[in-house]
């Protein structure tokens, strides 16, 4: 459990300095439209956008894949966190302070200890950094690196003595914690423990809160081995989810709808000085599927910047499945044989480099060109073998009918037809895609033009999100017009009569509204949210409330709620017309007599709301 204090009080602060359109906007690229703000969804792979976020009400909405509710939802749906999490990482982002009941717990206390201890190992290392003279201020001047670059970026200096970081921290930290942290190496006969980090440029591996986390120490001196040494696995430093650079590179990716994927750090540094300021990387290791989803989060388009050597274009290959499944439109800028980016830099100049990126291939022409299934003097087998490996890559491609554009290109270039590429389709040979998309009428199971494609955006938010069957669409506009706000909420609360309502939702979410506070003419929604538990209700309400629909008038509301009276009405007129023949049968004078007027006293009444 959480020891925050998340009261009412705090929770209203947090209302009033969160920007929603900001949050949101650092994972998913919204244009102004109207009012409100539009952008692909980030929860789900569409090529249209179809969600909508309006500042003013402080609620998102995508009317595709029915994800919506307010910012703090948006945290917990887009970084998994619970609900004291999503609120301390806003509080934490917009300055807002939040009490604490209790002490925290073990694990809490923990974490806070190691985030604090990386954070002095990092002042620590860039104050060495500073110092006149050094290995590591030498190397940099050497590659054309200014000092304040590497200041801006977080990167350091690890001097080559054996204690220096536990020597310069002063003991302010358990020589235990340092260990956990990574900072310092346990000895492996007797006592004690040493630094990790000797005698290497260090950069700085920050969490997606900008928190230093870890540590990439590339080696000053040729018999340094590993040439690049990360921090290990820590309770704060999970390598597969991270990205180096990731919160200094958000703002220009944001910028220039696209993202640069480097290899290592190094890599990064020379584009960034190449004026590439929208590069990130995987610190040396192969893109992982959870590093994929973040690139998704950011940019609709991902430029691979790797190695030029076999083992860059190998790992390019690999990057490209894991992007590929998250729906993003992938480019692969071509370097030298055997050439970094950082080689490319000093040798051709930044603007070189630059460019490299901004003429960079879409990923097919690449791959055919680097595997080169036409090649005149392979063997048959060989060339098989080519074209299987470009079909695997493919194979990541969720939507079917853009993998199976794909293939015929492929089909251009290999002078293999379309439907021999496609029964040997990866997906289709598992039976996945028969599982998923049904049965196909096209040769080779081509995809059809009906039925539903593998990977389509659920139903939320497009049929009934509530239990108790489809709304009707009188009791679904009254809750709109109660969203809406304004002048009419004070007429619709006088002329609303619960048991005219028949959908039990619509019922809830009411009697929720008069609960939180939605009597006056501007509606709380986040106050609302927080009073829901099911994401049905939420999706129900942030759409309905986003949705476009007409000014209601004064005439709208009360012809709204004659409506209502009748089909109510009519729902008793049945009623009473069914107990007249059971009385009938039961030959029940009184009963039948009373029974007949009121039918009769209905019947007035329907007929007054008809006119």
């Given at each position: 459990m959480s020891d925050l204090d998340i009261n009412d009080n705090v929770l209203a602060e947090l209302r009033a300095v969160t920007d929603i359109v900001e949050v949101i906007g650092e994972h998913t690229r919204l244009k102004k439209a109207g009012r409100s703000w539009k952008g692909l969804c980030p929860f789900h792979n569409e090529r249209t956008p179809s969600f909508t976020v309006d500042r003013?009400?402080?609620?998102?909405?995508?009317?595709?894949?029915?994800?919506?509710?307010?910012?703090?939802h948006f945290l917990r749906q887009v970084d998994r966190l619970d609900?004291?999490?999503?609120?301390?990482?806003?509080?934490?982002?917009?300055?807002?302070?939040?009490?604490?009941?209790?002490?925290?717990?073990?694990?809490?206390?923990?974490?806070?200890?190691?985030?604090?201890?990386?954070?002095?190992?990092?002042?620590?290392?860039?104050?060495?950094?500073?110092?006149?003279?050094?290995?590591?201020?030498?190397?940099?001047?050497?590659?054309?690196?200014?000092?304040?670059?590497?200041?801006?970026?977080?990167?350091?200096?690890?001097?080559?003595?054996?204690?220096?970081?536990?020597?310069?921290?002063?003991?302010?930290?358990?020589?235990?914690?340092?260990?956990?942290?990574?900072?310092?190496?346990?000895?492996s006969e007797g006592r004690g423990a040493y630094d990790r980090f000797r005698n290497r440029l260090v950069f700085t591996i920050r969490d997606d809160r900008g928190r230093p986390v870890g540590f990439s120490g590339r080696a000053l001196s040729p018999e340094d081995e590993p040439k690049y040494l990360n921090s290990p696995e820590s309770p704060i430093f999970v390598k597969k989810r991270l990205l180096y650079a990731l919160t200094d590179a958000r703002e220009a990716i944001r910028r220039r709808e696209r993202t640069v994927l480097a290899e290592g750090c190094f890599d990064h540094l020379a584009l960034?000085?190449?004026?590439?300021?929208?590069?990130?990387?995987?610190m040396g290791t192969a893109l992982t599927p959870e590093q994929a989803g973040k690139l998704k989060k950011l940019a609709p388009r991902v430029v691979l910047c790797y190695d030029g050597d076999s083992a860059g274009v190998n790992a390019a290959r690999a990057a490209l499945s894991h992007l590929l499944a998250q729906g993003l439109e992938?480019?692969?800028?071509?370097?030298?044989?055997?050439?970094?980016?950082?080689?490319?830099?000093?040798?051709?100049?930044?603007?070189?480099?630059?460019?490299?990126?901004?003429?960079?291939?879409?990923?097919?022409?690449?791959?055919?060109?680097?595997?080169?299934?036409?090649e005149a003097?392979?063997?048959?087998?060989?060339?098989?073998?080519?074209?299987?490996?470009?079909?695997?890559?493919?194979?990541?491609?969720?939507?079917?009918?853009?993998?199976?554009?794909?293939?015929?290109?492929?089909?251009?270039d290999v002078g293999v037809p379309v439907e021999v590429l496609w029964s040997a389709d990866p997906v289709n040979r598992s039976g996945a895609a028969a599982r998923h998309a049904g049965a196909s009428g096209s040769i080779g199971g081509s995809p059809s033009t009906t039925g539903t494609l593998p990977g389509a955006p659920g139903t939320l938010g497009n049929g009934s999100v509530l239990s108790g069957g489809e709304i009707p669409a009188a009791e679904r506009r009254l809750l709109q017009l109660l969203l809406r706000g304004g002048e009419h909420i004070s007429l619709i609360k006088g002329q609303l009569r619960t048991e005219h309502l028949t959908h039990p939702g619509v019922k809830g979410l009411i009697e929720t509204f008069e609960k939180s506070?939605?009597?006056?003419?501007?509606?709380?929604?986040?106050?609302?949210?927080?009073?829901?538990?099911?994401?049905?209700?939420?999706?129900?309400?942030?759409?309905?409330?986003?949705?476009?629909?007409?000014?209601?008038?004064?005439?709208?509301?009360?012809?709204?709620?004659?409506?209502?009276?009748?089909?109510?009405?009519?729902?008793?007129q049945a009623?009473?017309?069914?107990?007249?023949?059971?009385?009938?049968a039961a030959d029940q004078g009184d009963e039948l007599s009373r029974l007949l007027e009121r039918k009769q006293t209905i019947g007035k009444r329907i007929v007054e709301l008809g006119r």
């Amino acid at each position: 459990m959480s020891d925050l204090d998340i009261n009412d009080n705090v929770l209203a602060e947090l209302r009033a300095v969160t920007d929603i359109v900001e949050v949101i906007g650092e994972h998913t690229r919204l244009k102004k439209a109207g009012r409100s703000w539009k952008g692909l969804c980030p929860f789900h792979n569409e090529r249209t956008p179809s969600f909508t976020v309006d500042r003013d009400k402080g609620l998102y909405h995508c009317f595709g894949c029915g994800a919506g509710g307010d910012v703090i939802h948006f945290l917990r749906q887009v970084d998994r966190l619970d609900f004291p999490e999503a609120v301390e990482a806003l509080a934490s982002r917009f300055g807002v302070a939040i009490p604490r009941r209790v002490s925290r717990g073990p694990r809490d206390e923990l974490r806070e200890k190691l985030l604090g201890a990386v954070a002095a190992a990092q002042r620590f290392y860039a104050a060495e950094l500073a110092k006149p003279g050094n290995r590591a201020a030498t190397y940099l001047e050497e590659r054309g690196v200014p000092g304040s670059v590497a200041k801006a970026l977080g990167v350091g200096y690890a001097p080559a003595g054996w204690e220096t970081l536990a020597k310069g921290l002063g003991g302010a930290w358990p020589e235990a914690l340092l260990v956990e942290a990574g900072l310092l190496q346990p000895r492996s006969e007797g006592r004690g423990a040493y630094d990790r980090f000797r005698n290497r440029l260090v950069f700085t591996i920050r969490d997606d809160r900008g928190r230093p986390v870890g540590f990439s120490g590339r080696a000053l001196s040729p018999e340094d081995e590993p040439k690049y040494l990360n921090s290990p696995e820590s309770p704060i430093f999970v390598k597969k989810r991270l990205l180096y650079a990731l919160t200094d590179a958000r703002e220009a990716i944001r910028r220039r709808e696209r993202t640069v994927l480097a290899e290592g750090c190094f890599d990064h540094l020379a584009l960034y000085l190449s004026g590439v300021e929208e590069t990130v990387a995987s610190m040396g290791t192969a893109l992982t599927p959870e590093q994929a989803g973040k690139l998704k989060k950011l940019a609709p388009r991902v430029v691979l910047c790797y190695d030029g050597d076999s083992a860059g274009v190998n790992a390019a290959r690999a990057a490209l499945s894991h992007l590929l499944a998250q729906g993003l439109e992938v480019a692969v800028a071509r370097l030298p044989v055997d050439e970094d980016p950082d080689d490319v830099r000093r040798r051709e100049g930044p603007e070189a480099l630059a460019a490299r990126i901004g003429e960079a291939p879409g990923y097919l022409p690449w791959l055919l060109e680097e595997l080169n299934p036409g090649e005149a003097r392979i063997s048959a087998e060989e060339r098989k073998d080519r074209i299987r490996a470009i079909l695997e890559t493919l194979s990541a491609i969720p939507d079917r009918i853009l993998r199976y554009e794909e293939y015929r290109r492929v089909s251009q270039d290999v002078g293999v037809p379309v439907e021999v590429l496609w029964s040997a389709d990866p997906v289709n040979r598992s039976g996945a895609a028969a599982r998923h998309a049904g049965a196909s009428g096209s040769i080779g199971g081509s995809p059809s033009t009906t039925g539903t494609l593998p990977g389509a955006p659920g139903t939320l938010g497009n049929g009934s999100v509530l239990s108790g069957g489809e709304i009707p669409a009188a009791e679904r506009r009254l809750l709109q017009l109660l969203l809406r706000g304004g002048e009419h909420i004070s007429l619709i609360k006088g002329q609303l009569r619960t048991e005219h309502l028949t959908h039990p939702g619509v019922k809830g979410l009411i009697e929720t509204f008069e609960k939180s506070g939605g009597e006056s003419g501007t509606v709380d929604f986040h106050r609302y949210l927080a009073h829901l538990g099911e994401p049905s209700e939420i999706s129900l309400v942030s759409r309905l409330a986003l949705e476009e629909s007409p000014e209601p008038t004064r005439e709208e509301v009360l012809r709204l709620f004659r409506r209502l009276e009748k089909k109510h009405l009519e729902r008793e007129q049945a009623t009473v017309q069914e107990a007249i023949r059971r009385a009938e049968a039961a030959d029940q004078g009184d009963e039948l007599s009373r029974l007949l007027e009121r039918k009769q006293t209905i019947g007035k009444r329907i007929v007054e709301l008809g006119r």
